[in-house]
């Protein structure tokens, strides 16, 4: 073994996690094993520990690094832990000085517990300079970090504190990435971050992220797809509706950032959007694009919340019109104002999330069963399997990864749709 990394987490820790390989590899590591961790729920926390150590169990002589978000908000956790022997920060596991730094510390043999840790403060990071990668090893579709950190205080989240305040990458430098993967034969590029919605606010020209987007499309016309991990809906900009009106490159898929449906709890949540403007941004898309299809990301069981105020986010699913939702029991983070609010009954949070997820299902199949007969272009993920420009799985007959294929949809299997 040389260096593995094992991910936890968003599309922007899967990105990070090829340039901490090849940063590791070059700074002469080996027999490594680098955990980049998620801090976006307790229960993200608690799996990244059981996965450390079972890591050791099965690999004993091996080093373990863990970096990431939890690395960088629970640091004493990980250093408290036999099984670590580094703890790098978020903004340390993209320096080549960290790891030749960790690489030197290892060759000491045991490691002295006052230099087992290197996390600076994240919030004095200034510099919104992404790492540039080829593409990421066994995933089809290249992807483009265009942003990192956030400005907003949600009170149920860590996140701020994991990745610091927004810093937005040059216009000039994403256009370069985008047309590199374009280039290296990657016919679908996803623009990532921690809020990409946020994108510009603090270069000079104060660009928005539609603006980037047509930007993009515009200066790599050989990119045949363009794809955007989650947004805010309150903060899309004029340029961004024109572009999904307009780009057909652009994929007809959002994930949105919705969390709840009823205001009183958007309100505790310090949430931007109103349910009436959640549902009134569904509707104006769909105007604009009428393939479009939407997720998001809905909390069960946040502090102060009753029967009514839960059953409004179970109709706000329908008022929107969503079709995948991604479901969060609430997990309290410690340090976070909603962490001392009034909890739910754990009981009871467990069973709206239950809840929510079977109408995602429901919707899921619903749209599944609508697919069938349509054609559709393919990106191909690996020989059989691939997701459609609705971000649809899909199971093919074959196809090279990474190439688009035409194919009409046959049936469904009640996950993901069949096609010829």
Same mark, same amino acid.
């Given at each position: ?217 515009? #200066?790599?016309? !050989?990119?045949? @797809? +363009? ?5 805010? *809906?309150?903060? %899309?900009? &004029? =340029?961004?509706?024109? #572009?999904?009106? !307009?780009?057909? @490159? +652009? ?5 949105? *950032?919705?969390? %709840?449906? &009823? =205001? ?157």
């Amino acid at each position: 073994m040389s260096v593995d990394v094992v991910t936890f987490g968003c599309r922007l820790n899967a990105f990070e996690s090829e340039a901490i390989r090849r940063r590791a590899e070059a700074a002469g590591l080996s027999d490594t094993v680098v955990v980049n961790s998620c801090a976006v729920t307790g229960e993200a926390v608690r799996q990244t520990r059981q996965a450390i150590r079972k890591l050791k169990r099965e690999n004993p002589r091996a080093r373990v690094v863990v970096t990431g978000c939890a690395a960088q908000t629970e640091t004493a956790t990980f250093v408290a832990m036999p099984e670590v022997d580094r703890v790098l920060g978020n903004t340390e596991k993209l320096s080549d000085d960290a790891w030749a730094q960790t690489r030197a510390v290892f060759a000491g043999g045991a490691v002295d517990p006052a230099a087992k840790a290197a996390v600076d403060d994240i919030m004095a990071v200034r510099s919104g300079a992404a790492p540039a990668i080829d593409g990421i090893e066994g995933r089809a579709r290249g992807f483009v970090q265009v942003q990192n950190g956030c400005d907003h205080r949600c009170t149920f989240c860590i996140i701020p504190f994991g990745r610091g305040n927004s810093r937005s990458v040059a216009t000039e430098d994403v256009i370069a990435q985008v047309r590199r993967l374009a280039l290296n034969g990657h016919a679908e590029v996803v623009l990532t971050g921690v809020d990409i919605t946020s994108y510009g606010a603090d270069l000079p020209e104060r660009p928005r992220l539609g603006t980037l987007v047509r930007r993009v499309l515009a #200066a790599v016309p !050989e990119l045949p @797809r +363009l794809r955007l991990s989650s947004i805010d *809906s309150v903060e %899309a900009d &004029d =340029d961004l509706m024109i #572009a999904l009106a !307009e780009e057909k @490159r +652009l994929m007809p898929h959002l994930h949105l *950032s919705l969390q %709840a449906g &009823d =205001d009183m709890i958007l309100k505790r949540m310090k949430r931007r959007h109103s349910r009436q403007h959640a549902i009134d941004f569904c509707a104006e898309v769909r105007r604009l694009r009428p393939d479009v299809v939407f997720g998001a990301d809905i909390i069960a069981g946040f502090p102060t919340e009753t029967e009514a105020m839960f059953q409004n986010s179970l109709d706000l699913v329908d008022a929107c019109g969503l079709t995948y939702l991604h479901v969060f029991p609430f997990s309290a983070r410690p340090g976070t104002p909603a962490a001392r609010m009034p909890p739910v009954d754990g009981r009871v949070v467990k069973e709206r999330a239950m809840r929510l997820r079977q109408k995602g299902d429901a919707l899921l199949l619903q749209h599944l069963q609508n697919e069938i007969g349509q054609r559709r272009a393919v990106l191909v993920e690996t020989g059989t399997t691939g997701r459609t420009e609705q971000f649809t799985p899909v199971k093919i007959s074959g196809g090279a990864p990474g190439r688009i294929v035409d194919v009409i949809v046959t049936g469904h299997d009640g996950r993901r749709l069949l096609a010829a």
